[in-house]
């Protein structure tokens, strides 16, 4: 089991900048892939970028390339999400989940067991 508690969500203005951040506990966190997903109402959850076990390999959709980052800190059991330049569209719900069965990071979120409970991001224009 891997618990996941996102942190870090909030309301910003269009061009502003925020860091989620998601804490693991549970099995060995550095085992595992993770990925942040994100969701609005009425819409299936997406894939925003996910990061390998041991942080080499990081994957973007194409809308947060160049303004989001993924990084973790396997001594701290945290994975990040900084993302800068938000606009309006970036508005959801965002998601961290781990993935302990893969060596390389999925963008697809059935292939994710664990997940948080979501964090809510609020871009105002």
């Known amino acids: 089991q891997v618990q996941l508690v996102e942190s870090g969500g909030g309301l910003v203005q269009a061009g502003g900048s925020l860091r989620l951040s998601c804490a693991a506990s549970?099995?060995?966190?550095?085992?595992?892939?993770m990925g942040w997903f994100r969701q609005v109402p009425g819409k299936e959850r997406e894939f925003v970028s996910a990061i390998n076990w041991s942080g080499t390999n990081t994957y973007y959709r194409d809308s947060v390339k160049g303004r989001f980052t993924i990084s973790r800190d396997n001594a701290k059991n945290t994975v990040y999400l900084q993302m800068n330049s938000l606009q309006p569209e970036d508005t959801a719900v965002y998601y961290c989940?781990?993935?302990?069965?893969?060596?390389?990071?999925?963008?697809?979120?059935?292939?994710?067991?664990?997940w948080g409970q979501g964090t809510q991001v609020t871009v105002s224009s």
């Open positions: 549970g099995r060995t966190f550095s085992n595992c892939a």
């Open positions: 989940a781990a993935d302990p069965s893969r060596a390389y990071a999925s963008l697809h979120p059935g292939n994710y067991d664990y």
